[in-house]
Structure formats: structure tokens, C-alpha cells
């Protein structure tokens, strides 16, 4: 079908060096000479986030020679990708990554000198990636012969709340991005947004959480009425295992937006958690497509589902690095305020909930956790419960979920997860079933998750060709 708006997401390794980014800048062109208008968002060049944070705690540690040893680095190599992509080293563009350079140095120094990494300069710091590959994809399409113009989150629009670190757009955004972004549009200029990052109202920069640019573009995609939103990514769409783990592994062709945010949720790093919500209010389909392929449909993400008869579930997935919390104490937990105090306790320290599974005597509550999370939530919770409840803490746990509408009502589903694990000997710790019925999730010992993957997937038959849909 001809579409006349599309958002472009592309990620990190389709940005990381200039062959990546010319690449990407000519899947863009090829829409826009058939008179498509594009909106180009790009993450940070590969591995770049990673780095700006080992710098910016290098220098609350006091290290700033290694601080700046990495901002040379990263330097050195966004120059030499503007060089590569045929920007003169006078060029307006280039003048703006040297100065992006000096301006992290500076906020880097300022870290140095307090020795105090805040959630808001991490932000400013960490936002520096998107900010410094917009303008590399900008002199791109320009080596194209598009009319491309960069912006950062903010300068196109993206309003957010002050919650740095995971930040979610205000309602003014989308009147605002539609403003901004639609003038250069109607002038035919092509803009290439900074994903990840927007600014509060009083112009601090924020960031959108991990993941955050596909969050960036589906924002954008709803405020502009976009036809689709298509994310490049090095993968050919959304899988139905991780692909590393299940060589089996094959694209699923159409997934409905809670199907895709259950996936995100558990670990499949394919979408940000968030990045269907605008869409779902809009009701504009999402595509992931493979920029190595992009004659490829990839998959496409919509309001219905899609089921197979005999194929209820689409996927498997994994979160690695879990952390087990049991709460336990005869009596006290019949009490529901004593429930109710263990989750608010959570609430406050901002803590995401995995899987939580409550014995029906009421003596134990057992919540999954990031282990990263572990620490800050077994602190949380000593500090609210009363003496008589014991809190224990077991690492090394992985979360595995099944996901697909079609379990809804198919009986079996779980007896066919539980006797694939059962026949290789894995021991399940916690079982959770939302009641949405998208998902049944349980935890396993994280060094059985690649075995218990492939088991499931084999059992679900997730790796054959459904007979030909539609």
C-alpha cells in the first residue's frame, strides 16, 4: 500500500559507523523519492550509551583521566564517521559535534568536581549519544541529495515529566511534535530526531528509559498521523525465541500491541516496554524491519491478534539476572494491610515487579525481581514489615514466559509448558499467570534457561511454519 507519512526508527547498530549510517540514510531516501515524507529517529551508535556511562561514573569515582580518555575515543569516532560520510571539516555539522564534544566535557568535569552522579546529569550525560548521531545521520542524507534538518527530543517536541532516568511524555507533547516537525515536513525537509531523550518544561534534558527511541518514534508517529511506524533493527522483525539461544527461531509475522509489550516486558529486547501505548490510542501499526533485508516485511504489529488454530502460543522468552524475594510468616500474612504495605514499600523505591505468587495460606509472598533491584528492594521491604516476617533474598534466577492470545481459553497450554520442563529435569521455582491470559510465566535456575528455551520452543512447535494464514 503507498503510504504518505512513515517514522523511521533506526538503532544502534544501524548507526554505528558510517557504512551502517549511509546504509540506513538510504532506505530512508529510497521511501522519500517515491514521495513518501519520513521522519528519520536515531538512537546512539552502537555501544556508545554503555560507554557514556562508564565515563560519567568514572568521574563521580574521581577517575577523570579515564573520563576523558573515553570522550576523546568517542570523539575520534564520530569525526572520523563525518569525515567518512563526506562532511568537510568546516562544515556547519561538524562545528556542532565539536562543540556536543566540549559541553560533555564540561558537564563530565562538573560530575568530577562534586563527586555526585544525580538521576538529571546522568540523563544529560547519557542523552549525548542520540544527540551526537542525528547530525552524522543529517550529513548522510544529505550525501543522498535529501534536505535533512537534526533536532534533539526536545527541540521536536518530546515533553516530559521530570522523572529522569524513565521518563514519559506529557500530553502536550504530541500538539506540540506536530508543530515542530510538521513545518519541516511541509517546507520538504526530512527531520532526524535524537531518540531516547526529551526535556521537562523547564528545558532539563530527560531520558525515556532503555530502549527509549522506539518510545521516541512511536510518540512522534501518533502525533504526526503517521501511517506506520517501521523500527530497523539487525533482526528480521520480531522472533519467536532469541534467535542466539533457538536456532529454530523464526519471524513471527503479526503480533497485536499486548502480545508485542508482554514480549517486552519479558525480556525480549525487540521493543521499549512502552513503545506501542501511543500507538494503541492511535490504532497505527508498527513494523519491524530488518535494514539487511528490507525487501523483507518483517513484522507487523496491530490492534487484533492473529491466531492459529493450534498454535496458541507465538513466543518464548527470558529475563536472565532475577532475583527470588520471599516473604514469609505464619499469620501476619492473612493480614491484607500486611500485603498492601509490602507492595506500597515497593512503589516508593520506584521498583519493577517481575512475577509476584502468593500461597493460598497466606504464610508466603514470593515477588521477582531485577537482581539489580535486589538489594534496594529487600532494604525496602525489612523496613516496612514487622518482626514476625522473615525476608530472604535467592539470586540467580531467570524468568521464562510464554506469550500469545491465543492461550485465551485453550486448555492444555500450561500442562504442555510445565511437561516440557518437567522432561528436562528443570525445576520450576514460581508460576504466575496474568489474567489477561497473554502470558504464563515461571522462574527456573538461571543456568538452565538456555535448555528450558529450547525446550518449550520445540514443545509449542514455535520454529514450523503454521500452515499459510489468511
Not at 527530543?153 to 500538539?175: K, M, W
Not at 525515556?208 to 527511541?213: A, D, E, I, K, P
Not at 520471599?326 to 491484607?336: C, I, K, R, Y
Amino acid at each position: 500500500m503507498a503510504h504518505s507519512l512513515l517514522v523511521m526508527k533506526f538503532g544502534g547498530t544501524n548507526m554505528q559507523d558510517a557504512g551502517a549510517v549511509r546504509h540506513s540514510a538510504s532506505l530512508a531516501a529510497r521511501s522519500i523519492r517515491e514521495g513518501v515524507r519520513v521522519v528519520v529517529v536515531v538512537s546512539a551508535m552502537a555501544g556508545v550509551t554503555n560507554q557514556l556511562l562508564r565515563l560519567a561514573d568514572a568521574a563521580e569515582k574521581g577517575d577523570i583521566a579515564a573520563a576523558n580518555d573515553e570522550i576523546a575515543a568517542l570523539r575520534t569516532r564520530h569525526f572520523a564517521a563525518a569525515q567518512d560520510l563526506g562532511a568537510a571539516p568546516d562544515r556547519e555539522t561538524v562545528r556542532e559535534i565539536r562543540e556536543l564534544h566540549e559541553t560533555l566535557r564540561q558537564a563530565v568535569y562538573g560530575v568530577y568536581l562534586l563527586r555526585e552522579l544525580t538521576a538529571r546529569s546522568r540523563d544529560l550525560i547519557v542523552a549525548f549519544g542520540e544527540r551526537l548521531s542525528a547530525p552524522l545521520m543529517q550529513v548522510a542524507l544529505e550525501g543522498q541529495g535529501v534536505r535533512a534538518h537534526h533536532l534533539s527530543g526536545g527541540q521536536a517536541g518530546i515533553v516530559t515529566d521530570s522523572h529522569f532516568g524513565n521518563a514519559r511524555p506529557l500530553p502536550g507533547s504530541y500538539e506540540r511534535i506536530h508543530d515542530r516537525l510538521g513545518g519541516l515536513l511541509g517546507a520538504g525537509v526530512t527531520p532526524v530526531v535524537a531518540g531516547f531523550m526529551g526535556e521537562t518544561e523547564s528545558g532539563a534534558i530527560t531520558t525515556l528509559g532503555r530502549g527509549g527511541t522506539d518510545f521516541s518514534a512511536t510518540i512522534i508517529g501518533k502525533a504526526l498521523g503517521a501511517d506506520e511506524v517501521w523500527a530497523w533493527k539487525d533482526v528480521d522483525g520480531v522472533m519467536s525465541a532469541d534467535p542466539r539461544v533457538v536456532r529454530e527461531a523464526r519471524n513471527i509475522e503479526v503480533l497485536s500491541y499486548g502480545e508485542v509489550m508482554e514480549l517486552a516486558y519479558f525480556g525480549a529486547k525487540v521493543l521499549h516496554p512502552l513503545a506501542v501505548t501511543p500507538l494503541r490510542e492511535s490504532g497505527i501499526p508498527l513494523r519491524v524491519k530488518s535494514a539487511a533485508d528490507p525487501g523483507f516485511p518483517g513484522t507487523l504489529v496491530q490492534e487484533e491478534s492473529h491466531n492459529e488454530p493450534g498454535h496458541p502460543v507465538k513466543a518464548v522468552t527470558a529475563i536472565r539476572g532475577v532475583s527470588l524475594i520471599n516473604v514469609s510468616g505464619a499469620g501476619a500474612l492473612g493480614v491484607p494491610e500486611v500485603v498492601a504495605s509490602l507492595f506500597s514499600a515497593i512503589a516508593r523505591e520506584n521498583i519493577t515487579l517481575l512475577m509476584v505468587s502468593q500461597s493460598s495460606s497466606m504464610s508466603n509472598v514470593s515477588l521477582a525481581v531485577q537482581g539489580v533491584d535486589a538489594r534496594r528492594t529487600l532494604a525496602a521491604l525489612r523496613g516496612s514489615v514487622t518482626g514476625e516476617l522473615q525476608v530472604e533474598d535467592k539470586g540467580g534466577v531467570a524468568v521464562l514466559a510464554i506469550v500469545g492470545a491465543g492461550m485465551r481459553g485453550q486448555k492444555g497450554v500450561a500442562a504442555r509448558l510445565f511437561g516440557a520442563l518437567a522432561q528436562h529435569d528443570i525445576n520450576i521455582l514460581m508460576i504466575s499467570q496474568g489474567s489477561s491470559e497473554l502470558n504464563i510465566s515461571v522462574a527456573i535456575e538461571e543456568p538452565q534457561v538456555e535448555s528450558a528455551t529450547r525446550a518449550v520452543h520445540a514443545a509449542f512447535a514455535l520454529g514450523e511454519r503454521a500452515t499459510a494464514a489468511d
